[in-house]
């Protein structure tokens, strides 16, 4: 897909300083196989770690699905995957390595709270479709969020 695929409806392109948003806004290039399984892979966590949230909120308490030093080595491998996935050790690597390590890893925990509190709870995702739901919100939220995380690099950059 050409840069030319990019340009708005009304045949412009795309550039006008008062349309607020010019070279602002990240084309399809700046997307990476890595980025979109993080967001697919985020949008599940974050559904799960909603009924994960409900479950603790209620008469579950963190730590009964898994043992709680096992959630501190999947936070752990998070963080070293992070870093061997960039190559090289810089701050911003090990900045990057801290916050996914932190996100995800928040989410993983609720999200096998959540499971554990699905499996005894069917139901709950079961009625009116709520879990359909729960998953459609968390796919756009985990959409916005990475193009987000696009259009700051790409204003860093420019």
Same mark, same amino acid.
């Given at each position: 897909?050409?840069?030319?695929?990019?340009?708005?409806?009304?045949?412009?392109?795309?550039?006008? *300083?008062?349309?607020?948003?010019?070279?602002?806004?990240?084309?399809?290039?700046?997307?990476?196989? !890595?980025?979109?399984t993080l967001t697919l892979i985020g949008a599940v966590l974050l559904?799960?770690? !909603? !009924?994960? %949230?409900?479950?603790?909120?209620?008469?579950?308490?963190l730590g009964q699905a898994v043992p709680t030093p096992f959630y501190? @080595?999947?936070?752990?491998?998070?963080? $070293?995957?992070?870093?061997?996935?960039?190559?090289?050790?810089?701050?911003?690597?090990?900045?990057?390595? @801290? $916050? %996914?390590?932190? $996100?995800?890893?928040?989410? #993983? $925990? /609720?999200?096998?709270?959540?499971?554990? !509190?699905?499996?005894?709870? *069917?139901?709950?995702? @079961?009625?009116?479709?709520?879990?359909?739901?729960? #998953?459609?919100?968390? /796919?756009?939220?985990?959409?916005?969020?990475?193009?987000?995380?696009l259009t700051v690099l790409e204003t860093d950059r420019g």
């Amino acid at each position: 897909m050409g840069t030319d695929d990019r340009r708005p409806a009304d045949g412009s392109s795309g550039d006008d *300083p008062d349309s607020g948003l010019g070279d602002a806004v990240p084309g399809t290039e700046a997307t990476t196989g !890595y980025g979109i399984t993080l967001t697919l892979i985020g949008a599940v966590l974050l559904a799960l770690a !909603y !009924y994960g %949230l409900e479950a603790i909120q209620g008469a579950r308490q963190l730590g009964q699905a898994v043992p709680t030093p096992f959630y501190g @080595l999947a936070v752990a491998a998070l963080f $070293v995957l992070e870093l061997l996935q960039r190559g090289r050790l810089s701050v911003l690597t090990i900045a990057r390595g @801290l $916050v %996914l390590a932190t $996100v995800y890893g928040g989410l #993983f $925990v /609720l999200a096998v709270e959540g499971g554990a !509190y699905l499996s005894e709870n *069917p139901a709950v995702a @079961l009625e009116g479709y709520a879990g359909v739901t729960v #998953f459609a919100v968390a /796919l756009v939220v985990a959409a916005v969020v990475y193009v987000g995380y696009l259009t700051v690099l790409e204003t860093d950059r420019g």
